[in-house]
């Protein structure tokens, strides 16, 4: 049996965001994996010590040679891998068992101008034989400037949105509503503005922790007494999306998540990651500055139609196996 390496994304991360790319990024890859041992390590925690890979131990060997090498989704390149911390914690001492990673959906960062030594970084650790999977264009340019082959198939949160399982979340309004925030993106006039009108026009209001520190500032805002908790975990999401709820929120994967659960869904734009995939993928997104008509767009007909590059996604999964052998997979949902 060969060995599959998956650098998990969701471990160590402080956003539940990443534990809802992971799971969709397992299940999409199951017709890859499927009759292989899945071997795991994470992305944001250093997953060697260079003295580990100097003295090339067995068990790194033993994640050095396997088959393909997957890295889930997020937004993981940055522009300087120099950075405090960053989302790939690697470095020129102990990437090497990771050479030929192959990117799963992948988005890059705020900024455009990469340093030499994170372009060192990338061209050591990143597959040139395989295309890598990317979130947006945007990503998709950045690393064809660096040399690699990348195609836009979006994240592979994404890929189950097919037309015909669209067409099966209401339009219509529900009688309540689940919304997030974004802490490290404040907004006090227009996120007490969102709350204000979600409550005007939801008979409950539920809000979901996607990340720890949101808590922290939702309870800086007004008018929050009546609002429903709901822990950080995914199955808590989860549990809420069962009942008739809208998903509104500047949670970009929180949203993805909302709609997977045929869920009428809004996404406020605040970066580089919502704008990124609503640019190809019409997510039903409105500007946090445009909260203002947000009461008149609940009240109108919401229509879902993700524009999935099935054909971007086949072309990518084709490297690996047959598309039979993960067409079954691929358009699941949770």
């Known amino acids: 049996m060969e060995n599959v390496l998956l650098m998990d994304t969701s471990v160590g991360s402080l956003n539940k965001g990443d534990d809802i790319i992971m799971k969709c ?5 199951k017709g890859i994996t499927k009759d292989s041992y899945l071997l795991t390590l994470p992305t944001h925690v250093s997953p060697f010590h260079w003295y580990q890979v100097a003295r090339k131990s067995n068990r790194v060997k033993i994640y050095s040679n396997a088959k393909y090498k997957f890295v889930g989704g997020s937004n993981l390149l940055t522009m300087d891998m120099m950075t405090h911390f960053p989302q790939w914690n690697i470095n020129i001492f102990n990437y090497g068992p990771l050479k030929g990673s192959v990117l799963v959906g992948v988005g890059a960062g705020k900024g455009d101008d990469i340093n030499s030594y994170t ?18 264009e945007r990503t998709k340019r950045i690393l064809e400037n660096i040399g690699f082959k990348a195609i836009n198939t979006g994240c592979a949160t994404l890929w189950s949105l097919t037309s015909e399982f669209c067409s099966q979340i209401p339009v219509d309004k529900a009688k309540n509503v689940v919304f997030t925030l974004t802490h490290h993106s404040k907004d006090n006039k227009n996120d007490q503005l969102l709350i204000n009108i979600l409550k005007e026009n939801y008979d409950n209001v539920h809000f979901w922790i996607q990340d720890a520190e949101d808590l922290k500032y939702f309870k800086t805002l007004k008018n929050i007494d009546a609002i429903d908790i709901i822990p950080p ?40 990651r919502a704008r990124g995939m609503n640019e190809t993928y019409n997510l039903n997104m409105i500007e946090r500055e445009d909260l203002h008509s947000l009461g008149d767009l609940i009240h109108s007909k919401v ?6 590059n099935t054909q971007a996604i086949n072309t990518w999964f084709g490297q690996f196996v047959s598309i039979d052998e993960v067409c079954d997979e691929q358009y699941k949902t949770e």
């Open 25 to 29: 990024v397992r299940s999409q890859l």
């Open 119 to 136: 372009k060192y970084l990338y061209r050591k650790v990143l597959s040139h034989n395989y295309i890598h999977s990317v979130r947006d």
């Open 233 to 272: 975990t995914v199955e808590d999401f989860e549990n809420v999306l069962q009942s008739d709820v809208d998903y509104i929120g500047t949670r970009l994967h929180g949203g993805i998540y909302a709609m997977r659960h045929k869920k009428r869904t809004i996404i406020i734009g605040i970066d580089e």
């Open 303 to 308: 229509i879902t139609n993700v524009q999935i």
